[in-house]
Nanobody, 131 residues
Framework: QLQLAESGGGLVQPGGSLRLSCAAS?????????????TAWFRQAPGKEREWVAC????????RYAGSVWGRFTMSRDNAENTVDLQMNSLKPEDTAVYYC???????????????????WGQGTQVTVSS
């Protein structure tokens, strides 16, 4: 059973940076060097729906980003360590949310990436951007 655990959240001032990490356990994200699981970062602000911010497809390929974070966030994946990171730069107050990592076998990211498509979730980590 795949388990995910996020870390790295916290309080940061506008314009600052944070790096979130998601550690996978129980199952490898890749199989024989091929990315078996698609992985994604989502976030959910109070009173809002959970939205995806970055997504990495099974089988590799380009990472997709939501327009609201494009150019500021960078998602990376290390299959040797079984981790998925999210580097967040130039943070804005509207980036405040609980951030979740998610995984789904053989998932291919698109602009229609939705939370309902992912079976495996971490517990979330709070990111607060405030002066």
């Amino acid at each position: 059973q795949l388990q995910l655990a996020e870390s790295g959240g916290g309080l940061v001032q506008p314009g600052g940076s944070l790096r979130l990490s998601c550690a996978a356990s129980g199952v490898n994200l890749d199989y024989n060097g091929i990315d078996y699981y698609g992985t994604a970062w989502f976030r959910q602000a109070p009173g809002k729906e959970r939205e995806w911010v970055a997504c990495f497809s099974a089988g590799g390929g380009a990472t997709r980003y939501a327009g609201s974070v494009w150019g500021r966030f960078t998602m990376s994946r290390d299959n040797a360590e079984n981790t998925v990171d999210l580097q967040m730069n130039s943070l804005k107050p509207e980036d405040t949310a609980v951030y979740y990592c998610a995984a789904e076998s053989n998932y291919y990211c698109s602009a229609a990436t939705a939370a309902t498509s992912f079976e495996y979730w971490g517990q979330g980590t709070q990111v607060t951007v405030s002066s």
